[in-house]
């Protein structure tokens, strides 16, 4: 089915080969504060390299696995069974850097991250700028062959794990006065501290603290690209991680529905087996044809991608995939609680532990109303045809 290949089917197996390993694992992650002991973290994240399950979106010339699009899709589809984020262990480095990246950069933090010895972080959201990123308020003066960035980011996920942030600001003086820039900024630097690190929703050992970047001086060496293109690099990452947002959703869909329909069928209520009930049986039905449906749109626009569509007809179905498949599965965890009843609202639950992890993949890279802002925004400007 989907037309996968034998080498698509190949790719999926290992994945979800991996992923159901690392399903024992959820609950004690969920109760100990989204950790596991460093030494099996540590054994997740060799494993995934070993399996091929890392860096998949980086061309095979610089050491990673070059994947189609669609095969990534599969990869993060199976990563997306799995709940307390253990599958991000199956890391992808920043996609669009291989093409902007200098010789220096490519060897100081490129190459490093391909090979899992470094960890990238993006401070770019900020308490007054999320959705609309182009009003950010941060700064990158140049000062000699120096840079000094300023300003206090918001959500910075995986910062207590990442050896480098992108560090997104906009630039002061100079010929791209206003326009924005990213830098790299290694972790520690001086100027860069922790303001605080509230606590949220879902329970993952990937912390999204504020951080505050002071008088943070870092050489020209780490401007990324050129001055003035910080929103082109926001923007590829968007599409890239939209499209995997949409792929760990359907995961997340597929691991419910299987869970829901094995409980209703073994749960006795009245006499009956659950799964004997119509309203139930609605459920379940209504779930599984969401996801199907999710399914073929997220896998048509990664087939869409590999046959080389328009960047901006290629954004407009990225967006589409994440607001159906991240919609889509917020419904999906919202009845498997329903039918798991009482047992759905504890921790130890799958259901639960779905319920509020997935109700972030509405808000980040770009809120469900964001996402039908762009797709509008595209059907106007290139019509209907252009886009389904
Ligand atoms: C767990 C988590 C991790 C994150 N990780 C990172 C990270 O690593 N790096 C980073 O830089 N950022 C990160 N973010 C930030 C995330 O991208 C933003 O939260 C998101 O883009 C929304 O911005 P905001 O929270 O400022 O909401 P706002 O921009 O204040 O929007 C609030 C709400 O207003 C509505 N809205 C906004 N714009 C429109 C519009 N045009 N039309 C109609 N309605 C609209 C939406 O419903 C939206 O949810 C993370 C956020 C969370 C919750």
């Avoid at 009482?342 to 130890?348: I, V």
Wanted: proline share 3%.
């Amino acid at each position: 089915m989907y037309g996968l290949t034998d080498e698509d089917l190949a790719v999926q197996a290992t994945a979800r080969g991996f992923a159901d390993e690392l399903v024992p694992f959820e609950v004690e992650a969920e109760l100990a504060g989204g950790h596991l002991p460093p030494e099996v973290e540590q054994r997740h994240r060799e494993r995934a390299r070993e399996l091929g399950l890392t860096a998949t979106n980086i061309p095979a010339g610089l050491g990673g696995r070059g994947l189609s699009s669609l095969q990534q899709v599969l990869v993060q589809e199976q990563g997306g069974r799995v709940t307390n984020a253990l599958a991000w262990c199956m890391s992808t480095p920043p996609g669009w850097l291989p093409e902007v990246a200098s010789d220096y950069q490519r060897e100081r933090w490129l190459l490093p991250s391909v090979r899992g010895e470094a960890t990238e972080c993006y401070a770019i959201t900020e308490e007054l700028a999320g959705s609309d990123v182009a009003d950010l308020a941060a700064t990158a003066r140049r000062e000699g062959e120096d840079y000094v960035l300023d300003g206090e980011k918001w959500h910075v996920t995986s910062y207590n794990e990442a050896t480098y942030a992108f560090f997104q600001a906009r630039l002061v003086g100079g010929a791209h006065d206003g326009e924005h820039a990213m830098f790299f900024v290694d972790l520690p630097t001086p100027g860069v501290r922790v303001v605080r690190t509230p606590a949220y929703a879902h329970t993952i050992a990937h912390h999204h603290p504020i951080v505050a970047f002071e008088d943070v001086r870092v050489p020209a060496s780490h401007l990324v690209g050129a001055e003035g293109d910080g929103m082109t690099f926001a923007h590829e990452w968007f599409r890239f991680e939209r499209l995997m947002v949409a792929a760990r959703c359907l995961g997340a869909a597929e691991r419910l529905v299987e869970e829901t329909t094995a409980f209703a069928a073994e749960r006795v209520v009245g006499g009956r087996s659950l799964a004997d009930y119509q309203l139930v049986q609605g459920m379940l039905a209504d779930s599984l044809t969401e996801l199907f449906a999710a399914r073929a749109m997220v896998y048509a626009t990664a087939r869409s991608l590999d046959e080389g569509a328009d960047r901006k007809v290629a954004h407009a179905r990225c967006a589409m995939a994440k607001l159906y498949a991240s919609e889509m599965a917020g419904r999906v965890a919202d009845r498997a609680v329903q039918v798991f009843g009482g047992r759905g609202y504890m921790r130890e639950n799958v259901a639960e532990r779905f319920y509020r992890e997935l109700r972030v993949e509405r808000i980040w890279e770009g809120a469900s109303e964001v996402q039908r802002v762009v797709i509008a925004g595209q059907l106007r400007k290139r019509g209907l045809h252009a886009l389904v």
